[in-house]
């Protein structure tokens, strides 16, 4: 499935029938199909997100009619966050949501996107001029998206695709999303460590296909990509928890400090966690694992930006006496597989001590 596709309002059919003093709707499509409940109050003109109640039961007030929000046809809904706009599909319905992007919580109704507003508006407009007229309508949705070109009818919005789509470990809720982190709409836990983890495997996948796929003379330069892709991803895993972390009751000058952190630096990097928030993610990691570690670290900057060729800030820096002043590096297999399963450990510790924060 391509990222920033369009997607398909799910389709069926709406049913006004004020003979019968009823609204429902129904779908016999061979695709996914979802729905949540709102309520327009006749009496204060108000809308509130109203739970489906059991088989055979009404939720819906006296004076009230129920609008039925649809999802798209992979039964995900579009969102829009009121704060920082950003935009995202899940297969939620419930009645509050955090933010995937900035974790801001408020009610279902604020996260409408302009479509659904419009959805609604629409809606509520055709319910009562149907009441008005005393004229029992039917909505033939999927005819409207057979027949209607540019998704140019309220009743039958899309939505689009984003980039990444999470099941969320702890409530099962799916989210799809722009860019790779974020935390779930339905429970606010962080996807950090799960993708920092699905990015591990692929580079440890890559290593095993090197054996049978690359030629032999191409091995190192294979082993020098994965190390360099690996420091990456924990930086930028490592960035996300402390973007989570300036979000936390602190001083200006301290969320100033926090932003500044350098991961690079991966030792300082951690006597700062450690002595700000009790985040000790070098815990029980070897002095020499942890010199194994920022020398990593290290070899990933001058070849990424010396073309593997040794200066004299890398020596003096790492202290590596292994190496000579423009000597070019490379990079073992099994010290690639050994910087994988290093950097996985730490993240681990990383990452929950960012969740142990009350």
């Known amino acids: 499935m391509k990222q920033f596709e369009i997607v398909?309002?799910?389709?069926?059919?709406?049913?006004?029938?004020?003979?019968?003093?009823?609204?429902?709707?129904?779908?016999?499509?061979?695709?996914?199909?979802?729905?949540?409940?709102?309520?327009?109050?006749?009496?204060?003109?108000s809308v509130t997100y109203i739970p489906f109640g059991g088989l055979g039961t009404n939720n819906i007030p006296n004076g009230g009619i129920p609008i039925y929000v649809f999802s798209d046809n992979e039964g995900y809904f579009g969102r829009t966050c009121p704060v920082c706009n950003g935009y995202f599909r899940t297969d939620s319905g419930g009645e509050e949501y955090f933010c995937p992007y900035c974790s801001h919580f408020d009610r279902s109704l604020?996260?409408?996107?302009?479509?659904?507003?419009?959805?609604?508006?629409?809606?509520?407009?055709?319910?009562?001029?149907?009441?008005?007229?005393?004229?029992?309508?039917?909505?033939?949705?999927?005819?409207?998206?057979?027949?209607?070109?540019?998704?140019?009818?309220?009743?039958?919005?899309?939505?689009?695709?984003?980039?990444?789509?999470?099941?969320?470990?702890?409530?099962?809720?799916?989210?799809?999303?722009?860019?790779?982190?974020?935390?779930?709409?339905?429970?606010?836990s962080l996807n950090t460590f799960e993708v920092f983890n699905d990015s591990l495997n692929r580079l440890l996948k890559r290593l095993n296909?090197?054996?049978?796929?690359?030629?032999?003379?191409?091995?190192?330069?294979?082993?020098?990509?994965?190390?360099?892709?690996?420091?990456?991803?924990?930086?930028?895993?490592?960035?996300?928890?402390?973007?989570?972390?300036?979000?936390?009751?602190?001083?200006?000058?301290?969320?100033?400090?926090?932003?500044?952190i350098n991961f690079q630096r991966i030792s300082e990097a951690n006597d700062n966690l450690s002595n700000w928030f009790g985040i000790d993610f070098l815990k029980g990691i070897s002095n020499e694992d942890r010199l194994f570690i920022s020398r990593c670290f290290h070899r990933r900057h001058i070849l990424t930006h010396n073309a593997g060729v040794v200066d004299e800030k890398y020596i003096k820096n790492t202290e590596d006496t292994t190496v000579r002043l423009n000597q070019k590096i490379y990079v073992e297999k099994d010290e690639a597989i050994k910087l994988i399963s290093l950097m996985r450990t730490i993240a681990?510790?990383?990452?929950?001590?960012?969740e142990s924060i009350s």
């Open 8 to 45: 398909p309002h799910t389709g069926g059919k709406l049913m006004i029938v004020p003979s019968q003093n009823m609204i429902g709707f129904e779908n016999q499509s061979d695709h996914a199909a979802a729905s949540f409940q709102l309520c327009f109050s006749l009496v204060d003109g």
């Open 110 to 188: 604020a996260f409408s996107t302009a479509t659904q507003r419009e959805y609604i508006q629409v809606y509520i407009n055709t319910v009562l001029s149907a009441l008005q007229d005393k004229c029992d309508t039917k909505i033939d949705l999927d005819g409207i998206i057979a027949n209607l070109s540019n998704n140019r009818s309220p009743f039958v919005y899309s939505e689009e695709r984003q980039q990444r789509n999470n099941k969320c470990k702890s409530c099962k809720t799916r989210y799809d999303i722009l860019g790779e982190f974020g935390c779930c709409p339905n429970c606010g």
């Open 209 to 260: 296909n090197s054996l049978i796929e690359v030629e032999p003379e191409t091995h190192s330069y294979e082993w020098v990509d994965v190390l360099k892709n690996c420091v990456s991803e924990f930086e930028a895993m490592a960035k996300d928890i402390s973007k989570q972390l300036v979000r936390l009751p602190a001083t200006p000058s301290r969320k100033e400090e926090i932003r500044r």
């Open 348 to 354: 681990k510790k990383l990452f929950d001590g960012y």
